[in-house]
């Protein structure tokens, strides 16, 4: 299972909406809470520590 990042329900990686931002895949429980990431990525994601 993975965690949105958005609303930090978990989802199923396999039946989720997907995006990627800086090199990492992250899943969605809906469309909704991807597009809210996709706007703001920055808020979301966590902070790059490489």
Known sequence: M???PVCGM???PQAA???EHDGH???F???GCRDA???Q???Y???CTG
Do not use: G, M
Request: proline letters at 12%; one cysteine or more.
């Open 2 to 4: 993975a965690v949105d």
């Open 10 to 12: 978990a989802v199923d």
């Open 17 to 19: 909406a997907h995006f």
């Open 25 to 27: 895949y992250f899943s």
């Open 29 to 31: 429980c809906s469309t």
């Open 37 to 39: 990431f996709a706007a």
């Open 41 to 43: 990525p920055q808020q």
């Open 45 to 47: 994601a966590p902070p």
